[in-house]
């Protein structure tokens, strides 16, 4: 964190699933109003949550929050452009959905891009961090929100083809999802570029 700069976490969760969209967030958090928050102690990846503490944490987040935002990046999308791509373009439409400007990012990972605001001509100075999901609050809070975002949007996809079991694996390549896509073929929500083992 650098001190004094409007400093924004963006993360997403969903990269690796076969199926469904990438979740991307971006959050401001002040220093000072969250150290005094229980809460806040808990952040760190959101994959070493619990799912009650995440969900938890979700409404303190955006209740406490400067400016939060999450977006979709849908399947069909990450077949057009590849899931880096689309990743990377979620964070940066999450920055976009943002209430206040932030001066500096801080990106989850160790791949970016230049991020001018629309309407702008100075580029936001922007650090990768690998693992910065347990190094600053801002991207912690992103991926939890992030993760829980997309974790309900799996659920809703279960709903609607509950064969492919992803109330439990959420989308992604377990041996149980390759079975059922080897019985029940795909759906519209899988991506078609990856391996989904259709030969098998």
Request: proline letters at 6%; charged letters at 25%; aromatic letters at 8%.
């Amino acid at each position: 964190m650098i001190k004094g700069l409007i400093e924004a976490g963006c993360d997403e969760a969903g990269r690796g699933p076969l199926a469904g969209s990438v979740f991307c967030a971006a959050v401001i958090l002040d220093p000072e109003r969250v150290k005094d928050i229980p809460e806040f102690a808990w952040l760190n990846d959101s994959k070493q949550l619990t799912e009650k503490q995440r969900e938890a944490l979700r409404p303190v987040i955006e209740r406490e929050a400067v400016s939060w935002a999450v977006v979709e990046v849908t399947a069909q999308e990450i077949d057009e452009r590849n899931i880096l791509q689309c990743s990377i373009l979620g964070m940066q439409r999450a920055l976009d959905k943002l209430t206040v400007r932030p001066q500096h990012i801080l990106v989850d990972g160790n791949k970016w891009k230049p991020y001018v605001p629309e309407g702008e001509l100075l580029e936001i100075p922007a650090d990768t961090v690998v693992h910065g999901d347990a190094t600053y609050m801002s991207i912690a809070a992103a991926s939890v929100l992030a993760k829980t975002y997309r974790d309900e949007y799996m659920l809703r996809l279960h709903a609607e083809y509950p064969q492919y079991g992803w109330d439990a694996n959420k989308g992604y390549p377990t041996a149980a999802h390759y079975e059922a896509i080897k019985k029940y073929g795909i759906t519209p929500y899988h991506r078609k570029t990856f391996n989904l083992k259709l030969e098998i």
